[in-house]
């Protein structure tokens, strides 16, 4: 469908602790209505899930200590990193690994930005599909329909300066728009096919957050159609299986 | 800047050929106002450039029959992918190449989706953020302010299954957001630092065009503050340079 699709960022989440009912306190401050999708950033699902880790509580092992010298790295935050992965990508400049949730990303997704004077870092999610499957629930409750929840993280890429916000969780939303044997205006097959909409939805919220503000939810309205009576395949589906990848 | 941002597609446009004045289509279909930023899909720029080419026309070369075999892909259309190309980054199942104008991405861009009767397909603009020059120029004038053109096209990514739309030329806007050194509310620096705005805007854009309904313009309303009174350094500032890269 084509139509105005509005962005929304929610103001007026208060500060979420571990333990927090995240989704009520999404659900109190938007609005919710059927057909509507929620974006919410990974730091605060993870913040609300526990998994704030104190470097002073991790002893790294020879093999962290061996790669945080060579990559100027705390090593006990690499031990965090190596405990989160199944395989080493890339261990020049930057640690990119394949997390034992099938990510690829550089150091496992581990926040370590406000690390402050507590020495805390946060992980991902443990189960991102979980994370959002509940969240709808409790966001689906209280619109009194269907809603859409995506889990963001911002993301390098390869080839390409920067990073853009991609889906590692989603429940109730379609993850790939599928235009595969569909026809255009013309009656002729479409090239571009499979559209992550996901990670698009993502990228979206991403522009309508300020950093530095800590908005950790965005609403985005306009495409009911992706939104789905079932929690579907979840991010996970957005994963390339390994013998399709030509980079790893 | 944290607020609303609105997508909206232009309807309305009128079918563009070889020569059209597209900057001046767009104007006159949307109401461009001060900090607007349009996003154009590449194959209408594609296509007023006049950047068709009949694979009848092509004769390929031996190296290009060969790939051509090995890919099961017309050798006329290798022929065009190698003249696009400097470099072949990846040749099992897809043709992966560095473009002479510095992407990375499949069959150097060529649009073969649309080859219909005519055996028509379309290369990429020659040089995409100087189309998004002109096109902002001849926007920007109709709005008598400032706006933001970005020229979006739709890439595979590694390790990631689907497409998402990215900025392949830009002009008068911010590719990237940059708060490398910037504190967050509390005063700690941010990890997440070089945002690839540009493409999240590409991205943003494909979410509210259908595919099939042809729509060759969007306006995103809502990030006046990525709105830049130069044109800047374009999307080719978002190509990560080749020594800094650890995927190719």
Do not use: Y
Request: charged share 30%.
């Amino acid at each position: 469908m084509s139509g105005p699709i509005t962005v929304l960022p929610i103001s007026g989440i208060p500060e979420i602790e571990a333990g927090a009912d995240l989704g009520r306190a999404i659900a109190s401050a938007a609005e919710p209505t059927d057909g509507d999708i929620f974006v919410v950033a990974q730091k605060v699902v993870s913040k609300a899930e526990g998994r704030g880790r104190r470097l002073a509580d991790v002893e790294p092992s020879p093999r962290a200590i061996e790669l945080g010298h060579d990559l100027d790295k705390d090593p006990r935050l690499v031990e965090l990193i190596l405990a989160e992965s199944v395989r080493i990508v890339r261990d020049e400049r930057v640690l990119i690994v394949e997390t034992a949730g099938g990510l690829i990303c550089a150091n496992a997704g581990i926040d370590s930005s406000n690390v402050g004077a507590a020495g805390e870092v946060l992980l991902l999610p443990e189960d991102p599909d979980a994370s959002a499957q509940r969240l709808r629930a409790e966001i689906g409750a209280a619109a009194g329909g269907r809603v859409g929840v995506v889990i963001s993280d911002s993301f390098g890429r390869p080839w390409r300066v920067g990073q853009t916000d991609v889906a590692i969780g989603c429940a109730g939303v379609r993850p790939v728009d599928d235009w595969r044997g569909r026809p255009d205006r013309d009656g002729r097959e479409l090239a571009a096919t499979e559209i992550a909409v996901a990670d698009q939805l993502a990228g979206a919220a991403d522009l309508s957050r300020d950093k530095a503000a800590g908005v950790p939810a965005v609403l985005i309205r306009g495409r009911p159609d992706l939104v789905t009576a079932e929690d579907g395949p979840g991010a996970r589906s957005l994963q390339r299986p390994r013998d399709q990848d030509l980079f790893r």
